[in-house]
T-cell receptor, first 117, second 115 residues
Framework: AQSVTQLGSHVSVSEGALVLLRCNYSSSVPPYLFWYVQYPNQGLQLLLKYTSAATLVKGINGFEAEFKKSETSFHLTKPSAHMSDAAEYFCAVSDLRSGAGSYQLTFGKGTKLSVIP | KAGVTQTPRYLIKTRGQQVTLSCSPISGHRSVSWYQQTPGQGLQFLFEYFSETQRNKGNFPGRFSGRQFSNSRSEMNVSTLELGDSALYLC??????????????FGPGTRLLVL
């Protein structure tokens, strides 16, 4: 089974500083990877996804992530943090269930991002 | 296009009761998945429905069940509620074109508190 590890359950950055949220995956097949964001009392919103078309993926709100096969990583970055970026971020891998034709998401534990003014 | 909607948004129940949560997918989406989110276990997959059939099920007891209607709307039911069932229940829909990179769109969730 595929799995995802997010390093750091809580990350704090100053407003305007670089945001780096780490995600490592384990997969025996080419993975499909996703980053979702969750604001308080809300559901998950897709930030970006890796589908093997390009290793550097650009998403919404200025976020991007780079797929590095050699490091089995898919870290999320943003050059300059904004107060509105404070939220919880989840990395996920798409996991095929054989015979079912059904794909489910396996999530990391999440990283809560705080932005200090 | 309207997003995924879930009702109710908040629910308080007592142990031993049962509860039914509802999810309306994005128009045209035929696959509906359910996830449980708790502080301790994080986001865990419950089950997935497509064309009124459960295609996949996570590792949850039989007290958790669901169904999907012909209009793709889905309900999940939890019987004999336990304190540990307190969680945010998230529903997600997708078009299901059979691609692993398909995006799942999430609703706002139903927050269940079991007393």
């Amino acid at each position: 089974a595929q799995s995802v590890t997010q390093l750091g359950s809580h990350v704090s950055v100053s407003e305007g500083a670089l945001v780096l949220l780490r995600c490592n995956y384990s997969s025996s097949v080419p993975p499909y990877l996703f980053w979702y964001v969750q604001y308080p009392n809300q559901g998950l919103q897709l930030l970006l996804k890796y589908t093997s078309a390009a290793t550097l993926v650009k998403g919404i709100n200025g976020f991007e992530a780079e797929f590095k096969k050699s490091e089995t990583s898919f870290h999320l970055t943003k050059p300059s943090a904004h107060m509105s970026d404070a939220a919880e971020y989840f990395c996920a891998v798409s996991d095929l269930r054989s015979g079912a034709g059904s794909y489910q998401l396996t999530f990391g534990k999440g990283t809560k991002l705080s932005v200090i003014p | 296009k309207a997003g995924v909607t879930q009702t109710p948004r908040y629910l308080i129940k007592t142990r031993g009761q049962q509860v039914t949560l509802s999810c309306s997918p994005i128009s045209g989406h035929r696959s509906v998945s359910w996830y449980q989110q708790t502080p301790g276990q994080g986001l865990q997959f419950l089950f997935e429905y497509f064309s009124e059939t459960q295609r996949n099920k996570g590792n949850f007891p039989g007290r958790f069940s669901g169904r999907q209607f012909s209009n793709s709307r889905s309900e999940m039911n939890v019987s004999t509620l336990e304190l540990g069932d307190s969680a945010l229940y998230l529903c997600a829909s997708s078009t299901d074109r059979g691609q692993m990179a398909e995006t799942q769109y999430f609703g706002p969730g139903t927050r269940l508190l079991v007393l």
